[in-house]
Structures are given as C-alpha cells and as structure tokens.
C-alpha cells in the first residue's frame, strides 16, 4: 500500500489559501454578540503573600462589568491538574518516586510564586477600558524571599515555596542501574565530570494565548474558544477536575492556532476563568488575548536543567558508563505535564544511539519563583540529546580520538534492533516491554559528512585562522521518540501520564462521494488538512481535494489526544488510515451485494470495490457510497452509510535518527558566532508529504540553534523577569541562517503500516548540541572544552578571555569545576 | 474625545471618528473587521502587524490611526486583485512558506515592500528586508525561497488565477468560472504537483 513513498508527495497545502489572503480564524479574530474583554492583574513580585485586594475603584470605572479576584471563584473552580506526575522508577528496582504537588488555581488565593501569576480579572466593555481599571485594582502584597536556581533551590537555607514540599522538591524520580553505573565509572580508562546548563527558553509562538468562554443559560454549559494542541483533553482536565461538571457540559474549539511548541498543550488559568466568568456575567462572552509579555509571564517556559554528568570511556573512546544528575527547574506550581518531561522522556533515553552498557540518571524537580515549565518543543528529548552529544564531544577530547570515531564506535550496529535500551525503556513496573523499533546510523552519519566535506576540513579551518577566525565543525548523532504509546506504557499504571495516548479517526462519505475526515489530532502549522487528507484520497483512490480534513472542536470529532510529541502522523495518520481500511471492507461487501458477486472474491483498487480477476466488474466508492447512503438494496444486517471510526493505540513509539553536522566561525577579537553551513541528515521513516517534512525540519533546526546561540529567558535574583519582551529575549531572525542542506535515508517505521515516524522535533533535538559541539571546537585552540549556552559573543569572549589568561583550559562554566582524568 | 479619520483601505474610503490613542492596526482589525493584520507582540519586534501605508511597508502597531489620515493603506486582504493571487501569496503558496499563516500576512507586506523597490532580490537582501519580521515555524528557508519565486513569477509578468484546483475547498472562484485555467509557468508546475501527487 503506497499511501506514504520513502520521499513523499509535494503537495501544496489545502490550507494555504485562507491563510496567504488573510481569511485565517485565529483566536483574537473571533467577536461573539455582547462580547466582553477580560484584563488580568499579574503578581509584580515573584514571591509575596496577598493580604488584601480592595476592587472597589476599579469596579466604578468606564465600562467595567465586573471584578473578580480568586475568593470569588474558590468554591467553584478546584485547583489546576497535574495530569502527569513523575511515574515509572525504574520498575521499583531503585528509590522511590516523591511527587509532591501543588498546581496553580484561576487566580492566586493567598499568594503567589513568580512575578506574572494572575491575582484579580477585570471585565469591561472594551479591552481598553478592562485594561485602564485594572491599574486602579490595590493589592496589599507582603513580598518573601525568592528563589529562582533549580540546584539552589534545594540547598539549606534557601526560600520553602510550599509546605508539602521541603526544600522545594516537587519530584525525585531516576532510572537505571546506580551500582552497575558507579563500578563501570570506577573501573573505567578515562573519566570525564562536566556540569552541563541547558537554559531556560521563552517559546514564543508568534499567535500567543487566549481563550474566550461563554456560558449559555439554556443548557447550563460552557463553550471555550481556546488557543490549544489539545482540546478534548481541555475538555477533560476542565470538566472532571476545576469545575466538577459533566464532560458534555464543556465544548472546547481551537480556531486556527498560530503556533504552539508545545506551550498550547497544557490547562491554563485563563481557560477556566473565561467560561467562570461568563456563567457569572449571565452569559455574555468573556474574551482574553494575552500580550507578548503577559505570554513572557504567564505562558510556560521550556528546559532549565541543571545537570551534572559523569563519563566513563575506555581509552579509545567506547563509553562504558553514564551517571547524570539533574536539577529541573518547574517553576513556582506546576504546569499540567511538568514532572513528565524531566522524568520519562528524557531520563529513559539517555543512552540514545548508543550501546553505552550502563547508564544511571537521577532528577531532581524544584520549585522556584519562576513561571510554570513544561513541554517545549523535544520536550526532554533534546535535553538528554544535549547531555550525551557533549558527552561525546569530552570523550573525544579526552581520549584524542575523532569525534565521528567514537560516535562510530559507540553506535548500536544495525543488527541491534529491536532494542531494549539500558536507560530503562523495557523496565516499565507494569511489565510492559518497548523497544527502539529500527535504526541504522551510519549510512545517515557518512552522508553528513560527504555533504559537509569532513575529509577536507582542516585545510579550511587553516584558512579561516588566516583570516581571525577559528572555524568549529559539530556533529550531533541524535535519535528521538515520536509518537509516544502505548498507553498501557504511558500511562497511570507505567510512566505516569494520567489517561491514554491513543488517536483517532472518522470518515463518513456522503452520498455524492465526497469524503470528510474527522479527526482528533488538532493541527496548528503541520497541515495536517493535507496530510490526513492524502492518506485518506490514497487509501480510497479519490482525489485529495474531495477529502474535507475537520479537527479541533470537541463537538462533532471523536476524542483524540491532541497534536505533540511528533504524534499526528505516527499516531493520528494511523487513525486515519484504519479508518479507511474499515470504509474499504464495507465497500467491498455493499459492492459485492451490488455485483452480485462474494465477498470474498472482492478486492479494492483504484477507488472502487471489483472482482479479484475482473476489472470491469467494479463500483466505485461514489457508486457503494451513493447505495449505502440511500440504503434501498443492502446486504441483510447492513446498515446505511458508509461511516467508520477508528481508534488507534500504537505498540510501540517510533524512533527517527539522524546526523546534523554545523560548521561555525568565531571572531578571534569579538567572541561572535556565525553559523555558516548546516547540514542535516535526517531519518523520519516514509513520508507522506515531502514539502511539509522539509518545513518541520527547517524549523525545528532554527529553533535549535536559537538555544545554541542567542535565546535565554533570565530572572534575576528577585526573580523579576529581565528577558520580558521581544526586545530582551533574542528571537532569532532570517538573517542570522544560512541555507540549510537537507538530505534524508529512510528506514520505515516497522511498528505501522504507513511506517512513518515523525518529524516535528527532530531538528530541535539535533541542532542544538551540533551548534554547541561546533563552537567549542572552534575554540578547542585555546583549550576550552565547555561553554555554556547561549553562546553569545560576550559569553564566547569570556572564554576565550579566561582561557587566554589561564594559558587555556576552561570549562566554561562559572564556580563548578569540570575534571577530566586518564588513567594509566 | 474622538477625532475624524479620512482613510483609504484596499481602495475602498472610510470616515471614522477614533480615539487619538487607537493605533492604526486596532482600526483595521477592529473598526473595519480587518483581521487578517495581526497582533504578535507589544514592542514592534514581530512584524506580524505589518501593512502598506502609501505603498511603504509600516508596523502598523506603532502607528496611531490619525497618523494615517489621507493615506491609501494596502492589507493582505487588498493583495488578491481580479480573482487573482498576487505574486508573494503565489509563492508562499507554492514554496511552503508558512506553516501556521500567523505571521505569513505581515510577512508578506514586507516582502512586497521589497519587491517594489527591488524586483529580484539576492537572498541576502531577502533575508536582510525581513528582518523585522519574526516566523518560529519556517526557520525562514522557505520564506526566503517564497519571496524569490514571487519575484521569479512577477519577472515573467505572470499571475495566478484565484480558482484553486488542488485542494481550494476553502476559497470559492472569485470570478465565478470554476473552470478558470492559471496562468504563467505557475500553473503548469501547479498542474505537475497534482499529477505527481495524487496518483
């Protein structure tokens, strides 16, 4: 079945035509009839106790309807979910799991935890006039101590943010073999220790956050317009946990969502305050569209571990041992997926592609006074990335051997798959057993390296010298996990995530042939309008543009679990296509019927139901449609219609892989990085749309590199936000790229019958340590092994300054020392 | 306290009275339902505002509504002219230059910015004149490519019909003639992809 080819159609998107002549229905585009504007009073400081709040000068303002504050709402809305608290451990073999919750509710009650979190609402007539009474709301604030450090967090001494909660830890979790791990390092040739920041990030779709709720008095229910990946689970989270309604009490629509990156995954605040607000309003509409530094504030971040890693490697670079400890910083209360990040989808994958014997990982999850973090694109798959392609990189540096040799000579062979990794993939407690499905390295890894002319290289970094610049090549190797599932892995009774993970799908063809597709992932830039179309006008042979794609709207598609984690394709295209297996089947027992013919003897082809051996014994599925739907001649016991449902629960996840290779220059005087070359070569399996592949790639390096190079979101000690606006937080730009080189292999997925894996994240996962790998070996000369990111030119010119007055060697790193040791 | 307003929008004059603190692009998106123009930031970084205004490209967040009074402003809804797509809508089309379409609007206006004055851009000039524009989807690469093809197409005095024959459910033939063939080179490249892509 040829619905996906390894290279994939390049068709033009369905969806391009709203969107290029300004017709796109984006969250902030929507008027309902008696809409009302919602202002929110944030918290200006990061930790404060509310001693009072007096709303009675904004409530007389022009134009307000109401004022609100979070006494108001106490009795009717619980406290946020965690729907993912940490799960798993390591099958019990080792320590235990702490979880020790606490969520955000609507609005703060007694206190708050970071500057941002909202402490009253103002509902006026116009946006304007909410936002002018909101100055006048008075807050009695009693400001604390703060603290904005993971690692910090948990030393003596430090600001308790909750009580249930000492010394701020909100989840210990680890993974692995410490014995096993601690005796590989121990007996190991050459031994690397390395305090590794993966910083904080600001997401920053361009479309940011809002919702708009709207009670009706006739059904006493609620429809909330939402800026979400994921509305059915909103409906969920939403009805059984804040406001303790019945699901069919709740509608959630996603419009046109103007990007995500994960941070539209998750249960805000806002979602539940509109559709509160509204019941009290009596109905009217209550609209909230944050502002870019409301998003900065009150949207969650990505990343922030701290993480200290120990390598153990022979002499000639084969790694025998990895402990990693980390600090992740989930901010002051945790956001809906928070602990699962930090936990199971980076932990467990640290030993990536590599047959590294031993591997342990402890984390630690810290509250601090910081807004919540969550699930950034990769979603702890690029923090593992980044820990073990640096590690890479130190093991080269160490032992002097190539940094491809020993990725080479640590690489799974392609024999090895299925594999069971030893970072405890296979040791879910409930017993259930994953493997990596497929994978063969190096053809993706030779490619990279013909493309970027490795072979020549050091001629060209002479020249570059020759012109005050040291030139840097840095490779990442990366494998990811896609598509997340089963769900009796993912979920309560395995890694903890508090529902399932399937996907599905429905097709209906109407009775002139035309197909509409429902389905319930919720796209929001994949296109996911063309590519479930094009499985679905494949699998049916009709053309692709009379395959209407619907999605987003809790009435009227069956429950799906939304769009992330590279999901959609490998789960959600699997939906789809089971659905058109099931329309097939039916067709070809109404064509049979129809032809006078068995069953049996039917096959499909072609966009009809025909006799196996008779190609003019046919009927098209317009013609099996038409008689289905008008139902007067059926085979006894069919019913009319040709309508089909499919759910989809994967076996396994699926696993891209792949080679990205930077080539970097840094002024010797400035410390300023270019990128200059990028290549990459990546493995998604087939594709469905080769176009789109290419786009999701672009971007995923971009943003990749953006961590690399320039982006950072910084709270200062009193954690104010300093990168609050566009104007502070480094966004990149069109110009700081170079053309990126693409090339692909493919290895199809064997875990589906489409064998596609996905592709979303891949180049974030990738690009960043390849950046990173690329600049420290430019700076390799002065003896820098290390620098953190972002890899700003003052960063870079601290280096290279202390490396010079230190006559080199520096980890970069501030106050922690880095060691590395062979031993003879 | 209001002020009146004379302004020309998409060739279409409007009257209004507006608030001297009404920026221009609240007006278009508020007063004249204009939302194809967004809203992406507070500190004119992201661009996704961005309009012509007397044929300049201008973020129009940071521009009051009563500086634009005896203006001829152009949105991306003036773009498409006759049933036909303009050359940038064209080729953002073609090239997959967006991925979410939020920004694809302002950046769109930039790039016709560009084009007029600069009708075949290197890409280092391309990448340079959007600058101002912020896209988190693309990476820019198509965007860039986009931008090129638009020129390439405006070079052969080309255009592109309106009526979409590979998945244009979403926009009704504005010339009412669903059988309308695209015109230019476009339309035969168009015409490949479907044959390519569909059997």
């Given at each position: 079945?040829?619905?996906t080819?390894?290279?994939?159609a390049?068709?033009?998107?369905?969806?391009?035509?709203?969107?290029i002549?300004?017709?796109?229905?984006?969250?902030?585009d929507?008027?309902?009839?008696?809409?009302?504007?919602?202002?929110?009073?944030?918290?200006?400081?990061?930790?404060?106790?509310?001693?009072?709040?007096?709303?009675s000068?904004?409530?007389?303002?022009?134009?307000?309807?109401?004022v609100?504050t979070?006494r108001d709402?106490?009795?009717?809305?619980?406290?946020?979910?965690?729907?993912?608290a940490?799960?798993?451990?390591?099958?019990?073999?080792?320590?235990?799991?702490?979880?020790?919750l606490?969520?955000?509710?609507a609005?703060?009650?007694?206190?708050?935890?970071?500057?941002?979190?909202?402490?009253?609402?103002?509902?006026?007539?116009?946006?304007?006039q909410?936002?002018?009474?909101r100055e006048?709301?008075?807050?009695?604030?009693?400001?604390?101590?703060?603290?904005?450090?993971?690692?910090?967090?948990t030393?003596?001494?430090?600001?308790?943010?909750?009580?249930n909660?000492?010394n701020?830890?909100?989840?210990?979790?680890?993974?692995?073999?410490?014995?096993?791990?601690?005796s590989?390092?121990?007996?190991?040739?050459?031994?690397i220790?390395?305090?590794?920041?993966?910083?904080?990030?600001?997401?920053?779709?361009?479309?940011?956050?809002?919702?708009?709720?709207?009670?009706?008095?006739?059904?006493?229910?609620?429809?909330?317009?939402m800026t979400?990946?994921?509305?059915?689970?909103m409906?969920?989270?939403?009805?059984?946990?804040?406001?303790?309604?019945?699901?069919?009490k709740?509608?959630?629509?996603?419009?046109d969502?103007?990007?995500?990156?994960?941070t539209?995954?998750?249960?805000?605040?806002e979602?539940?305050?509109?559709?509160?607000?509204?019941?009290?309003?009596?109905?009217?509409?209550?609209?909230w569209?944050e502002?870019?530094?409301e998003?900065?504030?009150?949207?969650t971040?990505?990343?922030?571990?701290?993480?200290?890693i120990?390598?153990?490697?022979?002499?000639?670079?084969e790694?025998?041992?990895?402990?990693?400890?980390?600090?992740?910083?989930l901010g002051?209360?945790?956001?809906?997926?928070g602990?699962g990040?930090?936990?199971?989808?980076?932990?467990?994958?640290?030993s990536?592609?590599?047959?590294?014997p031993?591997?342990?990982?402890?984390?630690?999850?810290?509250?601090?006074?910081?807004?919540?973090?969550?699930?950034?694109?990769?979603?702890?798959?690029?923090?593992?990335?980044?820990?073990?392609?640096r590690?890479?990189?130190?093991?080269a540096?160490?032992?002097?051997?190539?940094?491809?040799?020993?990725?080479?000579?640590?690489?799974l062979?392609?024999?090895?798959?299925?594999h069971?990794?030893?970072?405890?993939?296979?040791?879910?407690?409930?017993?259930?057993?994953?493997?990596?499905?497929?994978?063969?390295y190096?053809?993706?890894?030779?490619r990279?390296?013909?493309?970027?002319?490795?072979?020549d290289?050091?001629t060209?970094?002479?020249?570059a010298?020759?012109r005050?610049r040291?030139?840097?090549?840095?490779?990442?190797?990366?494998?990811?996990m896609?598509?997340?599932?089963?769900?009796?892995w993912?979920?309560?009774?395995?890694?903890?995530?508090?529902?399932?993970?399937w996907?599905?799908?429905?097709?209906?063809?109407?009775?002139?042939?035309?197909?509409?597709?429902?389905?319930?992932t919720?796209?929001?830039?994949?296109?996911h309008?063309t590519?479930?179309?094009?499985?679905?006008?494949?699998?049916?042979?009709?053309?692709?543009?009379?395959?209407l794609?619907?999605h987003?709207?809790?009435?009227?598609?069956?429950?799906?679990?939304?769009t992330?984690?590279?999901?959609?394709?490998?789960?959600?295209?699997?939906?789809a296509?089971?659905?058109?297996?099931?329309?097939?089947?039916?067709?070809?027992?109404l064509?049979?019927?129809m032809?006078e013919?068995?069953?049996?003897?039917?096959?499909?082809a072609d966009?009809?139901?025909?006799v196996?051996?008779?190609?003019?014994?046919?009927?098209?599925?317009?013609e099996?449609?038409?008689?289905?739907?008008?139902?007067?001649?059926?085979?006894?016991?069919?019913?009319?219609?040709?309508?089909?449902?499919?759910?989809?629960?994967?076996?396994?996840?699926t696993?891209?892989?792949?080679?990205?290779?930077?080539?970097?220059?840094?002024?010797?005087?400035?410390?300023?990085?270019?990128?200059?070359?990028?290549?990459?070569?990546?493995?998604?399996?087939?594709?469905?749309?080769?176009?789109?592949?290419?786009?999701?790639?672009?971007?995923?390096?971009?943003?990749?590199?953006?961590?690399?190079?320039?982006?950072?979101?910084?709270?200062?000690?009193?954690?104010?936000?300093?990168?609050?606006?566009?104007?502070d937080?480094?966004?990149?730009r069109?110009?700081?790229?170079?053309?990126?080189?693409?090339?692909?292999?493919?290895?199809?997925?064997?875990?589906?019958?489409?064998?596609?894996?996905g592709v979303?994240?891949?180049g974030t996962?990738?690009?960043?340590?390849?950046?990173v790998?690329?600049?420290?070996?430019?700076?390799?000369?002065?003896?820098?092994?290390?620098?953190?990111?972002?890899?700003?030119?003052?960063?870079?010119?601290?280096?290279?300054?202390?490396?010079r007055?230190n006559?080199?060697?520096?980890?970069?790193?501030?106050?922690?020392?880095?060691s590395?040791?062979?031993?003879? | 306290?209001t002020?009146?307003?004379?302004?020309?929008?998409?060739g279409?004059?409007?009257?209004?009275?507006?608030?001297?603190?009404?920026?221009?692009?609240?007006l278009?998106?508020?007063?004249l339902?204009?939302?194809?123009t967004?809203?992406?930031?507070?500190?004119?970084?992201?661009?996704?505002?961005?309009?012509?205004?007397?044929?300049?490209?201008?973020?129009?967040?940071t521009?009051?509504?009563?500086?634009?009074?005896?203006?001829?402003?152009?949105?991306?809804?003036?773009?498409?002219?006759?049933?036909e797509?303009?050359?940038?809508?064209?080729g953002?089309?073609?090239?997959?230059?967006?991925?979410c379409?939020?920004?694809?609007?302002?950046?769109?206006?930039?790039?016709?910015d560009l084009?007029s004055?600069?009708?075949?851009?290197?890409?280092?000039?391309?990448?340079?004149?959007?600058?101002?524009?912020?896209?988190?989807c693309?990476?820019?690469?198509?965007?860039?490519?986009?931008?090129?093809?638009?020129?390439?197409?405006?070079?052969?005095?080309?255009?592109?019909?309106?009526?979409?024959?590979?998945?244009?459910?979403?926009?009704?033939?504005a010339?009412g003639?669903?059988?309308?063939?695209?015109?230019?080179?476009?339309?035969?490249?168009?015409g490949?992809?479907?044959?390519?892509?569909?059997r």
């Amino acid at each position: 079945m040829a619905v996906t080819t390894p290279h994939g159609a390049s068709l033009k998107r369905k969806e391009d035509p709203r969107f290029i002549t300004g017709a796109g229905n984006f969250l902030d585009d929507i008027k309902l009839s008696g809409m009302t504007y919602a202002s929110i009073l944030r918290s200006p400081y990061a930790h404060a106790r509310i001693r009072g709040i007096d709303t009675s000068a904004a409530a007389t303002m022009p134009g307000v309807v109401a004022v609100f504050t979070g006494r108001d709402m106490e009795n009717d809305l619980n406290p946020l979910p965690c729907a993912w608290a940490a799960g798993g451990a390591s099958g019990g073999e080792v320590g235990g799991v702490t979880n020790n919750l606490n969520t955000p509710r609507a609005l703060a009650l007694d206190d708050v935890k970071w500057t941002g979190e909202g402490v009253a609402v103002v509902i006026a007539e116009t946006l304007e006039q909410a936002v002018d009474a909101r100055e006048a709301v008075d807050v009695d604030w009693e400001p604390l101590p703060t603290v904005v450090d993971a690692e910090k967090a948990t030393e003596e001494g430090a600001p308790q943010l909750h009580e249930n909660a000492p010394n701020n830890v909100a989840v210990t979790w680890s993974v692995g073999d410490p014995d096993g791990t601690a005796s590989a390092i121990d007996r190991a040739e050459v031994v690397i220790r390395q305090r590794l920041v993966n910083q904080r990030l600001i997401p920053n779709p361009i479309d940011a956050r809002g919702a708009i709720g709207r009670w009706d008095p006739g059904g006493d229910d609620y429809t909330i317009w939402m800026t979400s990946q994921t509305p059915h689970i909103m409906r969920l989270l939403l009805s059984a946990f804040v406001f303790g309604v019945p699901e069919h009490k709740i509608r959630c629509i996603s419009p046109d969502v103007g990007g995500a990156f994960g941070t539209k995954i998750f249960c805000y605040p806002e979602w539940a305050l509109v559709a509160w607000a509204s019941k009290r309003l009596g109905g009217r509409p209550v609209k909230w569209y944050e502002t870019r530094s409301e998003n900065y504030q009150a949207t969650t971040h990505g990343r922030d571990h701290i993480t200290h890693i120990e390598v153990g490697a022979t002499k000639a670079g084969e790694v025998t041992g990895l402990r990693v400890k980390t600090y992740a910083n989930l901010g002051g209360r945790l956001s809906t997926i928070g602990p699962g990040i930090p936990t199971t989808l980076y932990g467990r994958l640290l030993s990536g592609p590599y047959k590294i014997p031993n591997v342990f990982c402890e984390v630690v999850g810290t509250y601090t006074n910081t807004v919540f973090v969550d699930a950034y694109r990769g979603a702890g798959r690029p923090e593992a990335t980044y820990v073990l392609e640096r590690a890479m990189d130190l093991v080269a540096d160490e032992t002097g051997v190539d940094p491809v040799e020993v990725r080479r000579r640590n690489f799974l062979p392609p024999d090895a798959f299925p594999h069971k990794n030893v970072s405890g993939l296979y040791r879910s407690w409930n017993g259930v057993e994953l493997a990596i499905d497929s994978g063969n390295y190096e053809p993706a890894l030779d490619r990279a390296l013909e493309m970027v002319g490795y072979a020549d290289f050091d001629t060209k970094r002479r020249e570059a010298a020759d012109r005050g610049r040291y030139l840097g090549i840095g490779l990442s190797t990366y494998i990811e996990m896609c598509g997340v599932a089963p769900s009796k892995w993912i979920g309560v009774v395995g890694e903890g995530w508090g529902a399932a993970m399937w996907e599905s799908a429905n097709i209906r063809i109407h009775l002139t042939g035309k197909v509409v597709l429902t389905i319930g992932t919720a796209s929001h830039g994949q296109g996911h309008e063309t590519t479930m179309a094009q499985i679905v006008a494949e699998g049916l042979g009709v053309p692709v543009e009379d395959v209407l794609v619907e999605h987003s709207d809790t009435s009227g598609t069956p429950f799906g679990y939304g769009t992330y984690g590279s999901r959609s394709a490998a789960v959600g295209g699997m939906a789809a296509y089971t659905a058109v297996e099931k329309i097939k089947e039916k067709a070809k027992r109404l064509a049979a019927h129809m032809l006078e013919a068995s069953p049996e003897d039917m096959e499909y082809a072609d966009g009809g139901a025909r006799v196996k051996g008779s190609p003019d014994k046919v009927k098209t599925i317009a013609e099996v449609a038409l008689a289905a739907h008008v139902g007067y001649d059926l085979p006894a016991g069919m019913e009319p219609y040709l309508d089909e449902t499919a759910y989809y629960d994967a076996p396994d996840c699926t696993w891209p892989f792949g080679t990205h290779i930077a080539v970097v220059e840094v002024d010797k005087e400035t410390g300023k990085v270019d990128l200059v070359r990028y290549v990459a070569v990546d493995d998604v399996g087939n594709k469905i749309n080769q176009l789109i592949v290419a786009g999701q790639i672009h971007g995923g390096i971009a943003q990749g590199v953006g961590q690399a190079l320039w982006e950072g979101a910084v709270y200062d000690d009193d954690g104010q936000l300093l990168s609050g606006s566009m104007m502070d937080y480094a966004v990149p730009r069109a110009s700081w790229f170079p053309e990126l080189e693409l090339d692909e292999t493919v290895t199809p997925s064997p875990i589906n019958a489409l064998g596609v894996k996905g592709v979303g994240e891949a180049g974030t996962i990738a690009s960043t340590p390849a950046v990173v790998n690329a600049v420290v070996d430019a700076l390799s000369p002065l003896g820098i092994r290390h620098v953190d990111m972002p890899l700003t030119p003052q960063r870079v010119w601290r280096a290279m300054r202390d490396a010079r007055a230190n006559g080199g060697s520096t980890n970069g790193s501030a106050n922690r020392s880095s060691s590395g040791e062979v031993r003879s | 306290m209001t002020q009146n307003l004379a302004i020309n929008v998409n060739g279409v004059a409007h009257s209004l009275e507006v608030e001297p603190r009404r920026l221009l692009v609240q007006l278009l998106r508020e007063d004249l339902s204009l939302t194809g123009t967004h809203i992406g930031c507070d500190t004119s970084q992201c661009g996704a505002c961005t309009v012509l205004v007397d044929g300049d490209a201008v973020k129009s967040c940071t521009m009051l509504a009563l500086q634009a009074d005896g203006a001829a402003v152009t949105t991306i809804e003036g773009m498409a002219k006759d049933g036909e797509l303009h050359p940038l809508q064209a080729g953002f089309w073609e090239k997959h230059g967006l991925q979410c379409g939020f920004c694809t609007p302002g950046m769109i206006m930039t790039a016709a910015d560009l084009l007029s004055r600069n009708p075949d851009p290197s890409d280092d000039e391309i990448r340079h004149a959007i600058e101002g524009n912020f896209c988190r989807c693309t990476g820019y690469q198509n965007i860039v490519a986009a931008i090129r093809e638009a020129a390439r197409i405006t070079a052969a005095g080309g255009s592109v019909a309106l009526p979409i024959d590979d998945g244009g459910d979403a926009l009704p033939p504005a010339t009412g003639d669903a059988e309308a063939a695209p015109a230019g080179p476009v339309a035969e490249e168009r015409g490949e992809d479907l044959t390519e892509s569909t059997r």
